[in-house]
C-alpha cells in the first residue's frame, strides 16, 4: 500500500519560508507527479503544485512566486518551500500523488503563520 | 483558471436515501474530474476518477456521471459512514481547481 508521511515546522512567524517534506513508501515513486495542497481551517482545497520524477514542476499562478516543489529520487521524497509566509498561508497542507488528482494522501501538517 | 462551482453547498439527509451533488465547471474539461470525501480531521479520500470510475476499494452505492462542464456524484442508500464533506476537483488544465465542498449531514 503506498503512503504518504509529512513533516515540518508548524508554527510560523510572517515573512519566514513554511518548509515541508513528503517521503513515499510502498510504491513506485518514479512515473508519477506528486503535489502539494492545502486547505485554510473551515475551508476549501487549493492545489499548490506539482513535480515529476525528472523535476518537472508546474505552480499555481497565485502561489508562484513564492512557491518551490523539489524532488530527491535517492530518498523517494519531495518537498515544498513558500516563502514570505503571512497569515493568509495558515493551513493544513497535504502531500498527494497524482496530477490532476489525489489518490494517496499524507496526513497533513497544519501550518500556523503567526507573530 | 477553471471555476468549479459545487451544488449544494450543504445537504440534510437520511441513512438509505439517495443524493446527488453536482459539480459545474466554467469550461468544458473532457471528464478530468474526480471526487473526494472529507472527515473532519482528516485527508480526502479519492472517490472517482475520469467523472465515473470507482476507485478500488469504493463501495458501489457512490457513483459518478457527466461530461463537458456538468458533473454529477450520487451515493445510493446512504449509510452512516458517508455523511462527510465531498469535494470535486477538475484535473484538465493547471490550476487544478476544487469544488467549494458540499457538507452531507444526517437529518
Known amino acids: 500500500q503506498v503512503q504518504l508521511q509529512q513533516w515540518g515546522a508548524r508554527l510560523l512567524k510572517p515573512s519566514e519560508t513554511l518548509s515541508l517534506t513528503c517521503t513515499v513508501s510502498g510504491g513506485s515513486f518514479s512515473g508519477y507527479y506528486w503535489s502539494w495542497i492545502r486547505q485554510p481551517p473551515g475551508k476549501g482545497l487549493e492545489w499548490i503544485g506539482d513535480?515529476?520524477?525528472?523535476?518537472?514542476?508546474d505552480y499555481n499562478p497565485s502561489l508562484r512566486t513564492r512557491v518551490n516543489i523539489s524532488v530527491d529520487k535517492s530518498k523517494n521524497q519531495f518537498s515544498l518551500n513558500l516563502r514570505s509566509v503571512a497569515a493568509a498561508d495558515t493551513a493544513v497542507y497535504y502531500c498527494?500523488?497524482?496530477?490532476?488528482?489525489?489518490?494517496?494522501w499524507g496526513q497533513g501538517t497544519l501550518v500556523t503563520v503567526s507573530s | 483558471d477553471i471555476q468549479m462551482t459545487q451544488s449544494p453547498s450543504s445537504l440534510s439527509a437520511s441513512v438509505g436515501d439517495t443524493v446527488t451533488i453536482t459539480c459545474r465547471a466554467s469550461?468544458?474539461?473532457?471528464?478530468?474530474l474526480s471526487w473526494y470525501q472529507q472527515k473532519p480531521g482528516k485527508a480526502p479520500k479519492f472517490l472517482i476518477y475520469?467523472?465515473?470510475s470507482l476507485q478500488s476499494g469504493v463501495p458501489s452505492r457512490f457513483s459518478g456521471t457527466g461530461s463537458g462542464r456538468d458533473y454529477t456524484l450520487t451515493i445510493n442508500s446512504l449509510q452512516p459512514d458517508d455523511f462527510a464533506t465531498y469535494f470535486c476537483?477538475?484535473?484538465?488544465?493547471?490550476?487544478?481547481?476544487f469544488g467549494q465542498g458540499t457538507k452531507l449531514e444526517i437529518k
Open positions: 513535480i515529476n520524477y525528472n523535476g518537472n514542476s
Open positions: 476537483q477538475q484535473g484538465y488544465s493547471p490550476p487544478f481547481t
Open positions: 475520469a467523472a465515473s
Open positions: 469550461q468544458g474539461i473532457s471528464s478530468h
Open positions: 498527494a500523488r497524482g496530477r490532476g488528482y489525489g489518490d494517496f
